[in-house]
């Protein structure tokens, strides 16, 4: 029942990110327009400078964070960047 709007919904994100990366030979960082004044874009600019995403990922120091976290445990994550 919720699988279906959730589907729906990230299909439109999954598309527009497959037409960027045709249009850009995936040379350019993927920006999302909408998401500019959603609740989430709100949340994230209240966040201290250094928790910002950034454009090109998490940095190293950002990376050990997570592995710590995760008991050295991890995969190969995807981090989203805007």
Known sequence: MLLRPTEEHLSTA?????????RTSGKESFYDVNF?????????????????????GVTQQQLHVYDEFLGGSRRRPVFISW
């Open 14 to 22: 999954v598309n527009d990110r497959k037409k960027h990366r045709e």
């Open 36 to 56: 500019v004044g959603s609740p989430a874009y709100a949340f994230v600019t209240t966040l201290p400078e250094f928790l910002r995403p950034k454009m090109g």
